[in-house]
């Protein structure tokens, strides 16, 4: 007889998390194109501010990648914006884990991820595959809707306000703004001359026809998570 109530816990608890990581993936993917909406409504924003006052390539394109991807491209700088298809959970150091929404429902942990990246956009144009882009900020979207983002110069304190928040439009237009100034006021430098100082023939070849010398915003410098 335990063994049967042991067996039907066990099978509980599956159908339990697997509930909640269908409703979490649900969630996300449907926040996930609430944020396709506002990347659109930003272009257009954006082309209304510019036009007349800046060249054609300057001005802000959405570019639809699929129902996981979207690229969002200003200037010289290119945002993609990528949807896990799985669900995480956290580690046990976490601040996650320290918070009262998550102790009294340990399944709200659960959540689904949208990272955004920036890279050059010359990067893609070029074909440049082994050019570097940079984890700007990550969304986690969990079964309730809630939410908490990391990243530059994104909110303050990580997880204070994950059992109250909950992501609509605004939120993303937040989280968006804040993501493009960063990527904009994140400058190319130039990288220290110890990286470049040896090329090889095969290199040199691509940088002459094709501008394929690996690049990215920091080459050779550190990229820390500092402000998340």
Not at 100 to 124: A, M, R, T, W
Request: charged share 25%.
């Amino acid at each position: 007889m335990t063994k049967v109530t042991d067996n039907n816990h066990n099978y509980e608890l599956i159908v339990a998390k697997s509930n909640v990581k269908q409703q979490a993936h649900a969630n996300t993917l449907a926040s996930f194109n609430v944020l396709k909406d506002v990347l659109k409504e930003l272009v257009e924003e954006f082309r209304t501010a510019l036009n007349g006052k800046v060249s054609a390539e300057v001005l802000p394109v959405y570019i639809e990648k699929g129902p996981f991807e979207a690229e969002f491209k200003l200037a010289g700088d290119l945002l993609v914006f990528s949807m896990h298809s799985n669900i995480f959970m956290f580690n046990r150091e976490h601040p996650i884990w320290k918070i009262d929404y998550v102790k009294e429902q340990p399944l709200n942990s659960y959540c689904g991820i949208i990272h955004i990246y920036n890279f050059l956009s010359d990067s893609f144009k070029y074909n440049r595959l082994q050019d570097l882009g940079y984890l700007i900020a990550r969304i986690f979207i969990n079964q309730e809707s809630h939410f908490f983002v990391e990243g530059k110069r994104q909110s303050g304190e990580l997880v204070k306000d994950f059992g109250n928040d909950v992501v609509t439009k605004d939120v993303f237009r937040q989280i968006l703004k804040t993501a493009i100034k960063y990527a904009v006021d994140f400058d190319l430098l130039v990288p220290p001359y110890d990286q470049v100082k040896i090329a090889s023939v095969e290199q040199m070849k691509d940088e002459i026809s094709h501008s394929k010398i690996i690049t990215g915003k920091r080459v050779g410098f550190k990229f820390n998570s500092d402000d998340i």
